[in-house]
């Protein structure tokens, strides 16, 4: 909605569409596009992890200019506009360590989401720093859809954390379904911090804490880069722009440090 609000206030049309998912429905439906004579190309690629040769070489040799949106296939030669996901995992984790808590659980999608994988990383990272142990007994894998993360939920509420990084909003959202079950509450049995910012605060009381990563910010670097290079103003490297993401503090996370 952002990226189509920007390019409609510079007299752009924006087609929208979307794969299957994987490197070979990205590919097929990025050539259609080509043939139809867009201007441009945003790519949300399905597949992060794609090393799928067609679609590099295809991307790599476009005839117009592409920009690649929020998900990024590593080592691909074009213009990129990304959050930083390692940069909010740390940001996330760090706020829970401030507030007191050691024994924090990570609840994240990185076997088949790159982005995952840098928000673990971020996790990690904040761990390490204050010389906390990384115990594999914390992390736990979750695909970003509800049901996979009330199904992971059980696990993590058997350990000791006292608090939870949920990656992504649905990951955060199957976890207090489950919470909700067992009779748990949030900050009073558990703290959690989340990651998008775009769970209803009215749904939820108190409201989650979370990082935030603005779609506004995104769309308008987004639109500069593409608008540089219709204009003829893009260097002849790719650029990549990456951006930081935001802490929102809000009631989810209880201040350990009050009682110590």
């Not at 379904?177 to 108190?206: C, Q, T, W």
């Amino acid at each position: 909605g952002s990226l189509e609000k920007r390019c409609r206030e510079d007299g752009y049309a924006l087609f929208i569409t979307s794969s299957g998912g994987s490197a070979e429905d990205d590919l097929e439906l990025l050539r259609q596009l080509v043939t139809r004579g867009v201007d441009g190309v945003f790519l949300v690629v399905g597949d992060e992890f794609s090393d799928d040769r067609a679609l590099r070489e295809e991307v790599s040799h476009l005839p117009i200019p592409a920009v690649m949106v929020d998900r990024a296939i590593e080592g691909l030669e074009c213009d990129k506009v990304m959050f930083d996901h390692e940069m909010g995992g740390y940001m996330a984790t760090r706020y829970l360590i401030e507030q007191g808590h050691r024994r924090i659980a990570c609840l994240v999608n990185a076997r088949r989401s790159n982005t995952g994988r840098k928000r673990l990383a971020g996790y990690e990272r904040a761990l390490r720093e204050v010389g906390l142990p990384i115990d594999a007994r914390l992390e736990f894998e979750s695909e970003y859809y509800i049901p996979s993360a009330y199904e992971a939920s059980e696990a993590v509420l058997a350990t000791d954390a006292t608090a939870v990084f949920a990656s992504s909003d649905n990951i955060a959202l199957g976890l207090l379904k489950r919470l909700h079950e067992m009779g748990k509450s949030i900050p009073g049995d558990i703290s959690v911090v989340s990651y998008d910012n775009s769970a209803a605060d009215v749904l939820f009381e108190p409201a989650l804490t979370a990082i935030e990563q603005d779609p506004g910010v995104l769309a308008e670097h987004a639109f500069g880069c593409m608008s540089k290079r219709l204009a003829g103003r893009g260097g002849r490297r790719a650029e990549e722009v990456v951006l930081e993401p935001a802490l929102i503090v809000k009631g989810s996370v209880l201040d350990l440090t009050e009682y110590s």
